[in-house]
T-cell receptor, first 115, second 113 residues
Framework: GAVVSQHPSRVICKSGTSVKIECRSLDFQATTMFWYRQFPKQSLMLMATSNEGSKATYEQGVEKDKFLINHASLTLSTLTVTSAHPEDSSFYIC???????????FGPGTRLTVL | GQQLNQSPQSMFIQEGEDVSMNCTSSSIFNTWLWYKQDPGEGPVLLIALYKAGELTSNGRLTAQFGITRKDSFLNISASIPSDVGIYFCAGRGSNFGNEKLTFGTGTRLTIIP
């Protein structure tokens, strides 16, 4: 149980285009999901907390207009990187909060490369 | 954002050796978690600690929540090839899962053949 999937697993796009990444909780409902970014050989840095039916809460320094988060259902949150630039190239990982509300289960990540 | 300091940054060991790594913080955390991340994958939870002084085992893994609530360690006994990966500690200010996690800087474990 507690499986989280992400789609796509990797994406390459041209500078200036927008990319949408999906995060799904496959066998449980998640009212809260988290989005992280991980640069090569670095740790995970929280970008935002996504709550179903309400606006996401962004961490300091993360542009909400550039990283659009939508959590429209209890099993799906999406992160859209708008007008992507090469410096946005990174590994994006989501997590979903368990039903019991005690732990986060992580997705397999999405590798974004912006040319 | 804040990060937890992990040491060592990397370890090169032989199969069968025991491994020890730790995580320290300048501020108090009320939950400590240890994750393993394989290349190109998301982190997987290994052990969760919720109480200062708590010592918890999961197979060959043992982790402890420091009494000061500012540190934690993870031990791996009799390492095997599948232990290779990056280990992250993570801290949380409360026992509530919806509170954000702060991740450590990571310890990369390599097993020398």
């Amino acid at each position: 149980g507690a499986v989280v999937s992400q789609h796509p697993s990797r994406v390459i796009c041209k500078s200036g285009t927008s990319v949408k990444i999906e995060c799904r909780s496959l066998d449980f409902q998640a009212t809260t999901m988290f989005w992280y970014r991980q640069f090569p050989k670095q740790s995970l840095m929280l970008m935002a907390t996504s709550n179903e039916g309400s606006k996401a809460t962004y961490e300091q320094g993360v542009e909400k207009d550039k990283f659009l988060i939508n959590h429209a259902s209890l099993t799906l949150s999406t992160l859209t990187v708008t007008s992507a630039h090469p410096e946005d190239s990174s590994f994006y990982i989501c997590s979903a909060l368990s039903l019991a509300g005690d732990e986060q289960f992580f997705g397999p990540g999405t590798r974004l490369t912006v040319l | 954002g804040q990060q937890l300091n992990q040491s060592p940054q990397s370890m090169f060991i032989q199969e069968g050796e025991d491994v020890s790594m730790n995580c320290t913080s300048s501020s108090i955390f009320n939950t400590w978690l240890w994750y393993k991340q394989d290349p190109g994958e998301g982190p997987v939870l290994l052990i969760a600690l919720y109480k200062a002084g708590e010592l918890t085992s999961n197979g060959r893994l043992t982790a402890q929540f420091g009494i000061t609530r500012k540190d934690s360690f993870l031990n791996i006994s009799a390492s095997i090839p599948s232990d290779v990966g990056i280990y992250f500690c993570a801290g949380r200010g409360s026992n509530f899962g919806n509170e954000k996690l702060t991740f450590g800087t990571g310890t990369r474990l390599t097993i020398i053949p």
